[in-house]
């Protein structure tokens, strides 16, 4: 590393972004700035930094802030918001992300194109690591995972750049893989979840009660083999087979609550345009039907202006 910092954003400092932001800052000669709109937190790790628990136990010194306005120049940005606050967080930032690769490890398909309309340089993101904030300043690591970067097709990041982002964070604890096409364990990751979040978020059961009810999971295979042509006609080849992850699912996660179950709970807008609804929109640009993808965009959207309406 050069003597100056090497300055990288984290735009959303959820439960991905914090653990992202503190294993990062984790790296000598890296400075991490993360920006999140939640007061409390942000004070609390500019006041005594980003707590992690659970696998893994340290605290590292992470700069927050609740706007991007005070974000210095950056090598590279980290995209952790959800999908629905992409273009926001983003365009807020592109004044410190004018020559900066960016990323996105969010949910669904979509997040890259939205983007790279900001900014010149774009990575393709996919993880697999878990955890929550339990409290201002400190992030439960609850699973760890492998991460895969690779570039957006349409306006790639260079290569370098990319095996840049996977050594650091490989370095700060968080394995990392840069690939060649980071389509395949994107799409199995969206696969899985599109076939399992919106069943659990429509009828309140975890991901486990959903893959062994016999009626839903009839559903839940129906969701896969859809996605599955989808893939086979955009050539996207899965890691895995989503079966398989479905059967890991049961035996390792049975109670747990996807985060579109939770947004429902907390009556807040979901993922569903970026998980089902991207695999349809996909389908539809490769001529390939997703009916029931279309029924659970339908549905969950049905439920949200439930919400609202008298």
């Known amino acids: 590393m050069s ?6 954003a984290v735009l959303g400092c959820g439960a991905i972004g914090s653990l992202y932001a503190a294993h990062l800052a984790r790296v000598p000669g890296v400075e991490v700035w993360a920006v999140d709109p939640w007061r409390d937190h942000v004070e609390a790790i500019a006041a005594g930094g980003l707590t992690v628990t659970g696998q893994a136990a340290f605290t590292a010194p992470v700069h927050a802030l609740t706007s991007a306005d005070g974000l210095p120049p ?22 410190a992300l004018a020559d ?8 669904g398909i979509g997040n890259e194109e939205l983007i ?17 904030v339990t409290a201002p300043g400190t992030v439960r690591y609850d699973a760890p995972g492998d991460s895969w970067f690779g570039p957006f097709e349409p306006q790639p990041a260079y290569p370098g750049e990319i095996g840049v982002l996977a050594g650091l ?5 968080l394995r990392s893989h840069a690939v060649d096409d980071a389509r395949g364990p994107q799409w199995t990751k969206v696969v899985f979840n599109a076939a399992t979040s919106p069943l659990a978020a ?12 016999p009626a839903l999971r009839t559903q839940v295979e129906i969701l896969i083999v859809e996605a599955r042509a989808v893939c086979r006609a955009a050539g996207i080849a899965l890691t895995s087979d989503p079966a398989e992850a479905v059967e890991e699912a049961i035996r390792e ?5 996807p985060s579109m179950l939770q947004d429902v709970l907390a009556r807040r807008p979901t993922e569903i345009d970026v998980l089902n609804g991207g695999i349809a929109d996909e389908g539809r640009r490769v001529g390939v039907p997703t009916p029931a993808h279309d029924a659970m965009v339908a549905l969950v959207h049905g439920l949200e202006r439930s919400w609202t309406s008298r």
């Open 100 to 107: 900066a690769a960016v990323v996105s490890v969010q949910n």
């Open 3 to 8: 003597p100056d910092p090497f300055r990288i």
């Open 74 to 95: 950056c090598a590279l940005g980290i995209v952790a918001t959800k999908s629905l606050h992409t273009r926001a967080a983003v365009t807020a930032a592109r004044h």
């Open 202 to 213: 429509l009828t309140g059961l975890t991901v486990g009660q959903v893959c062994t009810e």
């Open 253 to 257: 996660a049975f109670g747990h609550r």
């Open 169 to 173: 964070l490989s370095e700060g604890g």
């Open 116 to 132: 790279a309309e900001v900014v010149p340089r774009v990575i393709r993101g996919t993880i697999v690591t878990a955890g929550a």
